[in-house]
């Protein structure tokens, strides 16, 4: 088995660019969940690396078999994101963090398909989102909604 070094260097650059635009949105969870800064990258390296192995076997000239990879990722990183809402005393938290989760996936399956601008607009948007729109959200639903 010979290694290939350039397709060595590109899945590696790959691999950390999916890190790096997953790591600041991790970050940010950190500060107020369990998910976070391990959780967020972790999730971006392993969809970059499953769409990157997924076009070893699937030429991009099948289109049918590389959307079966996208799809078995929504799924699974769903199902990731379903981990992270509580129920609890008629409320319900963790929405922001399972969405971002998901968000963060693309991100990672983006870069993995070449489309870096995807993957940068979508990890700036998730951290916009997160931070800025925090202050608009009211901080307690039961105080706002006493007469």
Known sequence: MDLNWQ?????????LLAYALALP???ERERERTSGVRTFPLVAMASCGYVLLGSAF????????????????????GFIGAGAIL??????H?????????NTGVIGAAVAMGR???????SILNLLTLRLLLRM??????EQERP
Request: proline content about 5%.
């Open 94 to 102: 963790g929405t922001a963090t399972a969405a971002s989760l998901w």
């Open 87 to 92: 129920k609890g005393s008629g409320s319900v």
């Open 58 to 77: 699937a030429p991009p000239a099948t289109i049918e078999a590389q959307a079966r990879i996208v799809q078995g990722l929504i799924t699974g990183i």
């Open 25 to 27: 949105i991790g970050w």
């Open 7 to 15: 397709v060595m260097l590109d899945a590696t650059v790959r691999i």
């Open 116 to 122: 870096i601008e995807i993957a940068v607009v979508l």
């Open 137 to 142: 959200k009211p901080r307690d639903r039961k």
